[in-house]
């Protein structure tokens, strides 16, 4: 499952200043996760940090600044590698920006947590992939389909030859390539982060 949050551009610079709090985006209910991400943060304080630095919060008072930011999700699940090879022709390489799905391109952060790999995208590369995929009509997205090289490449979920009760591998596709295009351009609009 992946899903994309877009989040205000103070939460984004917080979870940029502090990447624990990147936990407070993806479970913000689960206290149990911040606090272990927060523990491997505190942990890897340099010596001269713990000696000279500021007293650290405790895991109960390290908030998101913005409270009042209604985080809005997007679950692309397995859509993911079929839109990126869709997006970029290839699989899974390809060039900045619209590689932003699978790979690392430009300012994106990575944060290693205990649940695996979170990147966050600040909002101004969020504006920058939104100008790309808006040049792109969805006729020359969906041209680059091809089922042979997509199973060939055995891009995930291997639908592409129709075999599936997800229906139509192009429906399917253009289903969430329209999701895709309309969280980004909201994100990009607001000005806002997205955590994947």
Known sequence: ??????????????????????????RP?????????????????????????????AASEVVLPDRQDRIRELDLGESLFGLHFL????????????????EIPGPIVCIETNRG????????YVQYINNKLSAESDEA????????????????????????????????LLKHLHALRAFISDAATDNRGIVM
């Open 1 to 26: 499952m992946t899903i994309l949050f877009s989040i205000s551009q103070e939460n984004t610079q917080a979870v940029l200043s502090y990447t624990p709090l990147v936990m407070r985006v993806l």
């Open 29 to 57: 209910t689960d206290p149990v996760a911040f606090e272990e991400v927060h523990q491997i943060g505190m942990a890897k304080r340099s010596l001269v940090q713990k000696l000279f630095g500021p007293r650290p919060k």
């Open 87 to 102: 997006l970029k022709g290839e699989y899974p390489s390809g060039t900045a920006p619209l590689n932003f799905l699978l």
């Open 117 to 124: 790999i979170v990147r966050v995208i600040p909002p101004d």
């Open 141 to 172: 997205i969906m041209s680059r389909f091809s089922p042979d090289a997509m199973n060939e490449q055995e891009i995930p979920p291997g639908i592409w030859d129709g075999a599936s009760d997800l229906g139509d591998p192009r429906d399917y």
